[in-house]
């Protein structure tokens, strides 16, 4: 009896003992997978750390300075403008009559100079806060000036600062309201000084892999002609280069170019989108739904394509079937047209 006692112990301690063995084996197979679960989460992570957000384009260095947006005046008075050509993403929308007005976000380089600077527009301040940038202008209708206050918009208002020299500055060459210029060197100290953040992450638009650009589909577009008016002085163009595979830009029959430092002003990516206008006043300022999405073309390596846009995360993005589809790696200027006339009766493409 003691025996079959002796072997019945002996028994379970080695069944207890397997048992343990296994518990460890499997606690060890799970923290291995969960190991490498992290090793290829990790890269993902860091490569967003080092990517620009606005470009799509890797950098050796963290990027996590504040995306800075600039309202510059494109009245024919105050061409050639300066810093379009370190833009990552242009906005051009219409500001009162047929006059259209650029938002120039900046990160992933930053001029010495931008401008001329004008004035606010709530459109404008509403798509620079959708990309959480800091928002600079020039003035601003009292009405302007309170939502931008009540709505905390964080902004500079050149107003303040007009012609301190170290945010901004008046230029003798041209005439007011065409010659306020913003100093760079001074955004984010002005800015941390008003209690604002000037470092911050974010999620990078959707891009295409390099290798994966040579097969973008859609129809030869060489060169692309947006009419924002009858007059010529309102009509841009974009032509298509073969050896830079970028569109260069054209105002007023005109090559835009940086007045500072003679660069042409280039678009690796022309998005154009339709959106609702409507006049609210005697002085021709206008309300756009820029929330609601619409009809849009995407312009890439000398082709276009008819898509739709929506506002995702306070940024536009075209879209197709419901999904978002990639930029190329680059620069964007983002062409906005009234749903009347539209944007097929606005846009002329040619293969030449």
């Known amino acids: ?38 090793e290829k989460e990790e890269p993902a992570a860091s490569e967003n750390m080092n990517t620009f957000p606005l470009t799509g384009i890797h950098t050796d260095q963290p990027v996590n300075n504040r995306i800075v947006s600039v309202m510059v005046n494109n ?3 105050a061409r050639p403008q300066s810093g379009l050509s370190k833009a990552d993403i242009v906005f051009e929308i219409l500001a009162e009559g047929r006059i259209t007005r650029l938002l120039a976000m900046y990160q992933s380089e930053m ?5 001329p600077v004008r004035s606010a527009r709530e459109y404008y301040f ?10 600079i202008y020039h003035g601003a209708a009292n009405f302007v000036n309170d939502m931008i206050q009540n709505r905390g918009i964080e902004h500079l208002n050149g107003a303040v600062y007009d012609n301190n020299g170290e945010l901004f500055k008046r230029e003798s060459f041209r005439n007011a309201p065409h010659n306020s210029y913003l100093q760079f060197g001074g955004v ?18 959707p891009f295409t892999a390099a290798e994966e ?3 973008i589909s859609g129809d030869p577009a060489k060169n692309v002609e947006i009419d924002y008016s009858d007059q010529l002085t309102y009509v841009v163009n974009y032509k298509y280069d073969e050896d830079s595979e970028a569109y260069t830009r054209y105002s007023d029959g005109k090559q835009s170019v940086d007045l500072n430092t003679g660069e042409p002003v280039t678009a690796d990516n022309i998005l154009i989108v339709e959106a609702p206008h409507q006049v609210i006043d005697d002085a021709g300022r206008r309300e756009i739904d820029l929330t609601s999405g619409g009809d849009a073309y995407l312009v890439q390596k000398g082709k276009i394509r008819q898509l739709k846009w929506e506002k995702r995360d306070g940024r536009i993005i075209p879209v197709k079937d419901g999904n978002p589809v990639k930029f190329i790696q680059g620069n964007t200027w983002i ?9 097929k009766q606005s846009v002329t493409v040619s293969d030449d």
Request: overall charge negative; glycine content about 6%; aromatic content about 10%.
């Open 75 to 77: 009245h024919r008075k």
């Open 111 to 115: 001029p010495d100079v931008a401008g």
């Open 335 to 343: 062409n906005v047209i009234p749903t009347e006339p539209g944007i």
């Open 188 to 205: 984010y100290e002005t800015a941390e000084q008003k209690g604002y953040n000037v470092t911050q992450t974010y999620e990078p638009l």
């Open 1 to 38: 009896m003691r025996k079959v006692i002796v072997c019945l112990l002996l028994f379970m301690l080695l069944f207890f003992a397997a048992c343990s063995d296994d518990k460890e084996k499997n606690a060890g197979d799970s923290e291995s997978k969960e190991n490498s679960v992290a």
């Open 213 to 215: 650009t040579d097969n």
């Open 126 to 135: 509403e798509l620079a806060d959708g990309y959480d940038s800091i928002y």
